[in-house]
Nanobody, 116 residues
Framework: QVQLAESGGGLVQAGGSLRLSCATS????????MGWYRQAPGKQRELVAR???????NYADSVKGRFTISRDNAKNTVYLQMNSLKPEDTAVYYC??????????WGQGTQVTVST
């Protein structure tokens, strides 16, 4: 069992920055494939950024060049640095962890609101 706890969301003006954190527990962090997703009101949950099983990173086109995913294996934590935020980035952001091909875990989500 893996537990995920996001933090770092909040209200920020357009053009500002936030850093989200996702602390994990319950399993070997280095074995987890981690990612960030988001869900805006009335929309489906979508991928924001993730690590691949090979350790590379994938980003949604809408956030490339503005967001950066990183991980600290010593702290069992994955981060999402979000710069140049736009109102359309407003959503609930969820941390995601994959273990193998069958186990998927989600955090409770953290709200990010970007004002004009």
């Amino acid at each position: 069992q893996v537990q995920l706890a996001e933090s770092g969301g909040g209200l920020v003006q357009a053009g500002g920055s936030l850093r989200l954190s996702c602390a994990t527990s319950g399993s070997l962090f280095s074995a987890l494939v981690m990612g960030w997703y988001r869900q805006a009101p009335g929309k489906q949950r979508e991928l924001v950024a993730r690590f691949t099983s090979g350790g590379r990173t994938n980003y949604a086109d809408s956030v490339k060049g503005r967001f950066t995913i990183s991980r600290d294996n010593a702290k069992n934590t994955v981060y999402l640095q979000m710069n140049s935020l736009k109102p359309e980035d407003t959503a609930v952001y969820y941390c995601n962890a994959l273990m193998g091909s069958t186990h998927v875990y989600w955090g409770q989500g953290t709200q990010v609101t970007v004002s004009t």
